[in-house]
């Protein structure tokens, strides 16, 4: 498995949310799976054997997690250059088309987030932004046409 970069925030989410299943989670399994086989015959428990394929499944979760942490770098912040579009970029960019001005941070895939203005690196928009300049065009393909940015401001 590649590397995949973080932020610091980002890579604390991730092992917060791993700690969370390794001990609520499990222990809520546990008590479920105790009450359904509190219901009697086992061979004949639809309840036990829908919580025993919840727990295979929080174990398969866990392990991808665990495996997620093990190959997760911090991005260090002070080395990024801010004279074009990179990860951890925040860029300030004009549609052409209709001069709407939006601010998106460039973050890894698995920290996306539109809501708080962080697009994946990978995403249409971000693989069209990244390496562009202050004032540089972006012509980037996303599913409603082909759309022009202008690079308005990029800060770290």
Not at 2 to 24: D, N, P
Not at 34 to 42: N, S, T, V
């Amino acid at each position: 498995m590649a590397y995949t970069y973080y932020t610091e925030e980002g890579l604390r989410k991730l092992k917060e949310e791993l700690a969370m299943l390794k001990t609520r989670g499990r222990a809520d399994m546990a008590k479920q799976i105790a009450e359904a086989r509190d219901k009697g015959d086992l061979s004949e428990n639809a309840e036990y054997d829908a919580a025993k394929d919840a727990q295979g499944l929080l174990e398969l979760k866990i392990s991808k997690l665990e495996d997620v942490v093990a190959n997760a770098r911090v991005i260090d912040e002070s080395n990024i250059d801010t004279s074009k579009v990179s990860i951890l970029s925040n860029v300030k960019i004009k549609n052409k088309k209709t001069n709407a001005v939006v601010n998106y941070i460039l973050v890894s895939e698995e920290e996306a987030d539109l809501k708080s203005g962080k697009i994946s690196v990978k995403s249409p928009i971000g693989k069209g932004l990244l390496g562009k300049k202050v004032g540089d065009s972006a012509y980037i393909d996303v599913p409603a046409g082909k759309l022009e940015f202008e690079i308005l401001d990029i800060t770290r």
